[in-house]
């Protein structure tokens, strides 16, 4: 059973930095793309950021390139989202995600079948 967990939210002022981690666990992790989305209170929940399984291409929202940095690591079953420049309107429960066929990435929710629980991230002004 796929299982992913995510740690590393919390309370920071706008323009600090914060990095979320998600260990995934319950198969090959590097045959999958990880996706990192968002949930304001009240809204949709959104895309953030992609990583595909092997040769690492990255993709982001416009709300946070040049901002946030997706990573990976297959040795660890880690992706990683560092988070640089934080705004108010980043305030959201993060999540990671991943698909389950391999070789599948996307930019939508729906295109992602596994879920963390989601950590909170909170930025005051």
């Known amino acids: 059973q796929v299982q992913l967990v995510e740690s590393g939210g919390g309370l920071v002022q706008a323009g600090g930095s914060l990095r979320l981690s998600c260990l995934a666990s319950g198969r090959t992790f590097s045959n999958y793309a990880m996706g990192w989305f968002r949930q304001a209170s009240g809204k949709e929940r959104e895309f953030v950021a992609a990583?595909?399984?092997?040769?690492?291409?990255?993709f982001y929202a416009n709300s946070v390139k040049g901002r946030f940095t997706i990573s990976r690591d297959n040795a660890k079953n880690t992706v990683s989202l560092q988070m640089n420049s934080l705004k108010p309107e980043d305030t959201a429960v993060y999540f990671c995600?991943?698909?389950?066929?391999?070789?599948?990435?996307?930019?939508?929710?729906?295109?992602?079948?596994?879920w963390g629980q989601g950590t909170q991230v909170t930025v005051s002004s």
């Open positions: 995600a991943t698909p389950r066929s391999p070789w599948s990435w996307g930019t939508s929710p729906t295109e992602y079948d596994y």
């Open positions: 990583i595909r399984w092997n040769d690492y291409v990255t």
